[in-house]
């Protein structure tokens, strides 16, 4: 995983997603198909290359057969990441969930900022502390 994004909405940092660099897609979806403005905002722990398309162009873009197929393989791919973060959330431990992050991923640890570490687990910042404590003892 190269890139990554937190979820805040005005008052509380809410982690959403860590993404990995093959996903480089990412939207409120219901936002966008309403055309009414989020109840979150995305933003980039690290600097990031942003482009955005509108809603019109997306549209017209849709009217090809070719990106029709696109965006469904990107939706599926979308899909497929966010089933199988919500498995893990649903029948593992935060401190399961850590242990993988760390042998997958321990690069990008060392750059996440432990509150957004914590919150993207589900637990308080003491509870991971606490983890952290456990494995390296």
Known sequence: MDYFIFISTKTEIISQSFLPKHLIFFTSQASFNSQKPANENIQSIEKSVVWQISYRHTNDLYKLKSWTYFARKIIQEVQFFTEEILEELQTETA?????????????????????????????APQSLSRIRKKLTT
């Open 95 to 123: 401190e399961f969930r850590y242990k993988k992050m760390l042998e997958n991923e321990p690069e990008l640890l060392k750059r996440i900022p432990l509150k957004i570490l914590a919150s993207y687990l589900g637990i």
